[in-house]
């Protein structure tokens, strides 16, 4: 057996998951187990309490209310992948599932998760930061909401208190025929990608842009949304003139530096996905989108 | 509070109830408890898709779950696909199609597998590779496989039998 010794806990609700929170010493949620359990096995990180979410049913519901997809933390991927309704009302959120690791990961990996975890290159983040979606997080001491914006802290940091747990999330949706993007440059599919941009869009009557929104994954320590490509892309006609000239802003992300890129090439990637994923998204608001 | 759980799990159809230390992973079990050693480990972080076993019929890593965390689920090795001696459709075309040399792979390959064509009867070649792409072989050049999941497709389909 590979993980050092510690103590499991199955709650099976929500109330009990936030006790055993409030109380054990050193505890360590057990979601879809796709990141935790390889870093357990490596002895990367060593909880002497491991509480196990996965028979807390009120955490995987999906439901649409007023304009808004709230999906609860435990939904795992590949059901995300597959629902319907994500389909249709999130189709940026699908299109991006398609990236995170393999069938065979996305059947236990849950959206909750991969926000915790938050790898730098994680796609999950990335989307529901150009979606401004809304986190919400509970503990013995109440409940908090917080944005996406505000979620990251640092490398692999959430805004999250040791007591607390990712319970939700709440992903705005856009309006119907909006145009999404979603490219990521990675060695194999389903590896972590060096670089990946998420894109949304919309188009006014006359065919110009009225809205985008652009965040970047696997670049910097954790997903950024790029204001300045925003606001070049707003009110103007699309054009590849257009979309070189905004796309250039993604250049300017301070960017992370590793075995598999220099921060150079990741923003240099960073560009060229931004560039492609505009463009995809473009051609789906033209075709009437979602 | 628990270091050892008791637990019930339905492995290849049979009932089987053991006290598990609770760090013990699902491959462990099976290799070690049930001697299940078809079950192959390779990474043991989820990467190489070589312990891939089906967990209520959907594939998952059982390097990365916990034993206890199957408890009052079902569990399918690959020890449990042929019946009496005889192949599945998807081992024949292995045979058939050179979809394996060492051998390693080949469990979790067929997990895979399974679960595809239990999902897409019909699968195109670009999906039979997405959906190997979470499992590693370094023998064969996938080519084999690839082949082989379709003439599976096709023989379980009743187009044409495997090994015609």
């Known amino acids: 057996m590979k993980p050092p010794p510690f103590s499991y806990h199955r709650p099976e609700s929500l109330p009990q998951t936030l006790d055993f929170l409030a109380t054990l010493d050193d505890p360590k949620i057990l979601a879809g187990g796709q990141s935790l359990m390889p870093m357990m096995n490596f002895r990367y990180v060593m909880p002497a309490n491991i509480i196990d979410i996965n028979r807390v049913a009120e955490l995987s519901t999906v439901e649409e209310t007023g304009g808004a997809l709230r999906i609860g933390a435990m939904a795992r991927q590949r059901d995300l992948e597959l629902s319907d309704l994500v389909q249709r009302r999130c189709p940026l959120l699908h299109e991006a599932l398609l990236n995170v690791g393999h069938v065979q990961t996305r059947n236990r990996g849950t959206i909750g998760g991969s926000l915790s975890h938050l790898d730098p290159a994680a796609e999950m983040p990335a989307v529901l930061h150009a979606h401004d979606a809304t986190l919400h997080a509970a503990s013995k001491r109440g409940t908090r909401d917080i944005a996406m914006a505000d979620w990251s802290q640092g490398f692999m940091t959430p805004n999250l208190e040791p007591d607390e747990i990712l319970t939700a999330i709440t992903i705005p949706c856009w309006p119907e025929g909006h145009g999404y993007g979603f490219v990521e440059f990675a060695r194999r599919h389903g590896d972590f990608a060096m670089a990946g941009a998420a894109v949304l869009l919309t188009l006014d009557a006359g065919g110009k842009i009225d809205r985008a929104s652009v965040a970047l994954t696997g670049v910097d320590n954790g997903p950024v949304r790029l204001p300045e490509t925003e606001a070049a892309l707003s009110g103007q006609t699309p054009s590849p003139d257009l979309f070189e000239s905004a796309a250039a802003h993604a250049s300017s992300v301070p960017g992370i530096e590793d075995v598999h890129a220099t921060k150079e090439y990741r923003r240099k990637l960073a560009v060229v996905m931004t560039k492609r994923a505009l463009g995809q998204a473009l051609d789906r608001a033209q075709a009437g989108g979602a | ?164």
Not at chain 2, 96 to 107: I, K, M, R, S, V
Not at chain 2, 120 to 147: F, K
């Open chain 2, 1 to 164: 509070m628990a270091e050892r759980l008791e637990i019930t799990l339905t492995v290849n159809g049979e009932s089987v109830t053991r006290e598990v230390p609770v760090r013990l992973t699902l491959a462990d079990f099976l290799r070690h408890e049930l001697e299940l050693t078809g079950t192959h480990l390779g990474c043991e972080h989820g990467v190489c898709g070589a312990c891939t076993i089906l967990l209520d019929g959907k594939t998952a890593r059982s390097c990365l779950l916990l034993a206890v965390q199957t408890d009052g689920m079902s569990v399918d090795t690959v020890e449990g696909m042929a019946d009496n001696g005889a192949l599945t459709p998807l081992q024949q075309a292995f045979i058939d199609n050179h979809g394996l040399q060492c051998g390693f792979c080949t469990p979790g390959m067929l997990a895979t597998l399974t679960e595809l064509l239990d999902t897409i009867p019909d699968p195109s070649e670009q999906e039979v590779r997405e959906w190997l792409s979470g499992n590693i072989c370094r023998c064969t050049g996938y080519q084999g496989i690839v082949d082989a999941a379709l003439d599976a497709a096709k023989a379980l389909r009743g187009e044409s039998p495997a090994g015609a």
